[in-house]
């Protein structure tokens, strides 16, 4: 399990690159999108670049600790928070892949969707042989998907609170 543990930030990391540099472009070139699905975009109304960039600094930090830590600290506890990532960011791909289909349009954040997606079912398979699935475990592992639920939420309140309106900076 050991050689997987830190393909998950480099995959974290090569799929937000596509949305950092895409989607001020996108919703610029868009804005059609904020009236047509104002339940999808709510998210991305008053966002910048540099916000956006912000809020995926800020989810990379326990994608990369908690690698890190599992890397250096071979321990059970840390493989269930490391698997828990590993599902919430294959789940993100999903969604992303899904959002694309709903609005039958090209959103960045696709192509390495697309990619990364079965990657990381396959990791996700891979490392569940090596894995002792007990109570403690399971519940590590939901946990550790809510708190990266409540992160996303926290991620866009910065993405706000520090981003600007669109096209203004920080």
Not at 30 to 35: G, L, R, T
Not at 52 to 65: C, K, N, R, S
Not at 135 to 146: D, E, H, K, R
Request: with cysteine; hydrophobic share 55%.
């Amino acid at each position: 399990m050991r050689e997987y543990l830190l393909l998950l930030p480099i995959i974290f990391i090569f799929h937000d690159m596509e949305e950092i540099i895409g989607f001020g472009w996108f919703f610029r070139n868009n804005p059609e999108i904020f009236e047509k699905y104002p339940g999808i975009t709510a998210a991305y109304k008053d966002f910048t670049t540099a916000g956006m960039a912000l809020a995926v600094y800020e989810e990379f930090i326990p994608f990369f600790g908690i690698s890190l830590l599992a890397y250096y600290f071979e321990n059970d506890v840390l493989y269930a928070l490391w698997f828990g990532l590993l599902i919430s960011l294959t789940a993100h791909f999903a969604v992303h892949i899904g959002q694309s289909i709903f609005i039958r349009k090209y959103i960045p954040s696709l192509i390495t969707s697309i990619i990364c997606l079965p990657v990381s079912v396959i990791i996700l398979i891979n490392c569940s042989r090596h894995m002792i699935f007990g109570a403690v475990t399971i519940i590590l592992i939901a946990v550790c998907i809510i708190l990266m639920m409540v992160n996303l939420k926290f991620a866009h309140w910065l993405m706000h609170r520090f981003g600007g309106p669109l096209g203004t900076g920080l």
